[in-house]
């Protein structure tokens, strides 16, 4: 007589079982929907604060990093986590820093933990090398650097790891977070909001809480009809480069040289 049960095979059904607690995120790769729009996150001075040792940052009593790169010290925001699963729940979320990818991966493997895998899985990673390097440096520090974060580069699927074809998001459905307003000069108006940076020295800062001023933001941005008139309408974080910038011809040159590049 045949016996009903399914026969132990090792190592065959160790596999399966594996597959099983895999097809959780393998449908949320699936679940990218029309419905749910972009959200690029940048990391340094939103998700965490990172900086080398020999910086002068006066680090409270009660905080100790949550992880180390080198020489260089990473401090997870405040509600990190609880803001990731909201993120993840309610957009397609991407990470962009313009940091190295050697500093990225570890600071990206520091502030997801566990969630770090649906990154891999429904969303994407990138780096300094996916930025535009104008080969110019920054006004704020003149040994830094200057890069820009092209949206279109997403929208138009320049990287092939992106999750999606080409057309999938535009201007209307995604929206860039970064604290850096000049990484934004070539992109559309109201597709980018400038939260002021967070550093570990603020020790009260819940912005990233459940009633923190950017979860509500972008509660409100979920429901939203599109992007662009959402962000007017909800004015957040600090201005937008204009002709009204005191470095205006500054930015005007980058922006004349490299959108004749497009």
């Known amino acids: 007589m045949v016996s009903s049960q399914m026969a132990v095979v090792p190592g065959k059904n160790r596999e399966n079982e594996d597959d099983i607690e895999r097809l959780p995120l393998v449908l949320e790769r699936l679940k990218i929907t029309d419905s749910k729009k972009l959200l690029v996150l940048d990391l340094n001075g939103l998700l965490v604060h990172t900086f080398t040792r020999s910086k002068k940052v006066q680090i409270p009593?009660?905080?100790?990093?949550d992880g180390t790169i080198?020489?260089?010290?990473?401090?997870?925001?405040?509600?990190?986590?609880?803001?990731?699963?909201?993120?993840?729940?309610?957009?397609?979320?991407?990470?962009?820093?313009?940091?190295?990818?050697?500093?990225?991966?570890?600071a990206v493997t520091c502030a997801l933990g566990e969630l770090r895998c649906r990154l891999c899985l429904s969303g994407f990673l990138q780096d300094q090398s996916d930025c535009t390097n104008t080969g110019m440096r920054t006004i704020e520090d003149r040994h830094k650097p200057l890069f820009l974060k092209e949206l279109k580069k997403i929208w138009d699927n320049q990287s092939c790891d992106l999750p999606w074809p080409k057309g999938r998001y535009s201007s209307s459905n995604t929206l860039l977070i970064d604290d850096s307003p000049y990484k934004s000069l070539l992109n559309p108006p109201n597709s980018v909001i400038f939260p002021s940076p967070y550093t570990v020295e603020h020790v009260d800062d819940d912005g990233l809480g459940l009633e923190g001023e950017l979860r509500v933001f972008l509660d409100g941005l979920a429901e939203a009809e599109d992007v662009p008139t959402y962000v007017a309408s909800h004015p957040f974080g600090q201005p937008a480069i204009t002709d009204a910038d005191p470095n205006c011809d500054f930015y005007s040159e980058i922006i004349h040289a490299f959108s004749n590049d497009q």
């Open 61 to 65: 009593n009660a905080r100790s990093p």
């Open 70 to 106: 080198g020489r260089k010290l990473v401090f997870k925001r405040p509600f990190c986590d609880e803001f990731l699963r909201f993120c993840f729940q309610r957009f397609d979320v991407g990470i962009w820093s313009s940091a190295q990818k050697r500093n990225v991966e570890g």
